[in-house]
């Protein structure tokens, strides 16, 4: 595969409503910010941040599609400008928010992350097992998580490490512990797929080149997974009865629905009302609470 070439991706379709990361920490944050997302599906604007990052991680997905002697970091910021032609076909709104020195102004920032990605370790001493994978199950009691992992590492010896790239700098102690829920929630996924408990889970911070580690144990995982279970009936049950109700916080300054938001003077869209498809695990709420 030359440096120019990507893995085909499928396109992404429309699927029911789940329990991700960025989803759970939604509704945990305000569950009306929960219903624009999940179920209104109310367009938000890109940020540069976002689309720095999508770049950033759809160069290195092509860079380890690689064979692995030619991962030299000179090849791996080359996959940059190409990369940003995938994110364009992916999403051709954003041609027209990054124009001449924007653009490139965000491509050279991305190429420094990539270039400093080798300060961290070295992609050519290893071989993942997988890059940016999706994944979706349903836990025993029908709760249904999904996302995507950016590398999944497995050692001869069976032993696996889930890796996540930030394009930021390493976090403060609110923002470590919101990334610790999404590395939580991937080492959960994979212990119910595999039945083995990761044996690390990693946050490399391209910002500042440093890495956050931490080892889950098999008890920890199950505590998390009842957590999320109890989040998911709540979901369900404001669902079921579309109350979805606002919580003002600090972070509403970055909302992008304030004008929509009872908080702020708005007044949300008519609500849509459930998927039907989910009703049957509404009806599995109702039995969980009696």
Known sequence: ?????????????????????????????????????????????????????????AALEALYAMPTETRDSVAAVELVSPAWDRVLEESPELDALFEGKDREALLDQARTLVAGYYEMEDPTSFDPESCEQRVEIDLADGTPLRGFIDRIDVAPNGMIRVVDYKTGKSPREFTEAKALFQMKFYALVIMRMRSVVPSQLKLMYLGDKKSLTYTPDEEELIRFERMLSAIWKAILEAGQSGDFRPKKTKLCGWCDHQAVCPEFGGTPPVYPGWPDELQDQNLLVSEMSQ
Do not use: W
């Open 1 to 57: 595969m030359s440096i120019l070439e990507f893995p085909a991706q499928p396109r992404p379709r429309r699927s029911r409503p789940a329990l991700s990361p960025s989803r759970a920490n939604d509704f945990k944050q305000c569950p009306l910010l929960y219903r624009f997302r999940a179920v209104d599906r109310l367009p938000e604007k890109s940020t540069t941040a976002q689309v720095k990052g999508t770049v950033v991680h």
